[in-house]
Structures are given as structure tokens and as C-alpha cells.
């Protein structure tokens, strides 16, 4: 975890995609350690991290699919108040700024949000699992894959 660990040192305000959430929760063995140093990077006092609600919303599909409200709750109480993470919903500047990124890299409008959120908020990197993402030149896009 050499790599992460160096691509976070270079960083004190990074975007977070969905997926780093999502390996994180369902314990995915592949990745629940990478994930789990984010967290841990994200609660030291001089870092902090953006995602965008789009992430929540992404995040409680399947609790709500399988009429599970606990495991809702659970989501809200321990990522709602995760130290250092700002929840940001979209107004018109990153509407705006999704709509450019689409039209000049093709993403999908969730990544577009994605990345909208990081560059609005003033990240000045992202971390993902989609290379895709990688086409939008201002942010460093951290993919997991890579970062191992």
C-alpha cells in the first residue's frame, strides 16, 4: 500500500468516488484495506475529503431495494458525521462543471458529478476504481488498481 499511501501523503483535500465507500462497507477483499487507510487518512486533523450526495444515493440502493432501514440507518450514522468528509449536494457551478466534463470526456453524469464536486470543492485529487474517470486533467485521479 506503498503507492496509496504516497499518493495520499501528496494530497490534504481529496474526492472520494463511490466505490471507495462501497468496498469499504461490504468488506471487499480486495480491496477493504485500501479503503479502510482512506478512512483512516481521513481522520487525521489536517486532512479532509468531498463526496458528492450522489454517493449516498448510490450507497442506499440496495438497503432500500432489500426494505433494509437499519442497515440505512447504519450507512447515515457512520458516514454522515465521518469526521473531515464534507457531503456535497450539487448546485448550479457544479451542474455547470458536469455538463463541461461530459461533453469534452464522455463520462457518465454520476462520474461527471463526481468529478464536478472535486474540482468545485477544491479537491486536488480523487479516488476511484474507474479509469474513466483519469480523462478529466484537473484533478490527479488516484485509481485503486494502480495504487496497490
Same mark, same amino acid.
Given at each position: $500500500? +506503498? =503507492? ?12 472520494? #468516488?463511490?466505490? +471507495? %465507500? +462501497?468496498?469499504?462497507? &461490504? ?6 484495506? $485500501? !479503503?479502510?487507510?482512506? %478512512? *483512516?487518512?481521513? &481522520? ?6 468531498? @463526496?458528492?450526495? +450522489? *454517493? $449516498? *444515493?448510490?450507497?442506499?440502493? /440496495? =438497503?432500500?431495494? #432489500? ?30 462543471? !458536469? ?14 458529478? /463526481?468529478?464536478? @464536486? !472535486? ?6 485529487? $480523487?479516488? @476511484?476504481?474507474?479509469?474513466?474517470? !483519469?480523462?478529466?486533467?484537473?484533478? &490527479?485521479?488516484?485509481?485503486? #488498481?494502480?495504487?496497490?
Amino acid at each position: $500500500m +506503498i =503507492p496509496l499511501r504516497a499518493f495520499l501523503k501528496r494530497h490534504r483535500r481529496i474526492a472520494l #468516488d463511490t466505490s +471507495i %465507500f +462501497i468496498y469499504y462497507l &461490504e468488506a471487499n477483499p480486495a480491496y477493504v484495506d $485500501m !479503503a479502510g487507510e482512506v %478512512f *483512516t487518512w481521513l &481522520e487525521g486533523s489536517s486532512n479532509t475529503a468531498v @463526496t458528492s450526495s +450522489i *454517493t $449516498m *444515493t448510490e450507497l442506499l440502493v /440496495q =438497503p432500500y431495494r #432489500d426494505a433494509n432501514e437499519p442497515l440505512v440507518n447504519q450507512y447515515y450514522a457512520l458516514f454522515s458525521l465521518f469526521p473531515n468528509l464534507e457531503w456535497v449536494a450539487p448546485d448550479l457551478a457544479i451542474a455547470d462543471t !458536469a455538463a463541461r466534463i461530459r461533453a469534452h470526456h464522455r463520462l457518465r453524469t454520476p462520474d461527471a458529478l /463526481q468529478a464536478a @464536486t !472535486a474540482i468545485c470543492r477544491g479537491a486536488t485529487a $480523487m479516488l @476511484t476504481n474507474d479509469p474513466d474517470l !483519469a480523462s478529466v486533467p484537473e484533478v &490527479e485521479v488516484g485509481i485503486l #488498481d494502480k495504487l496497490r
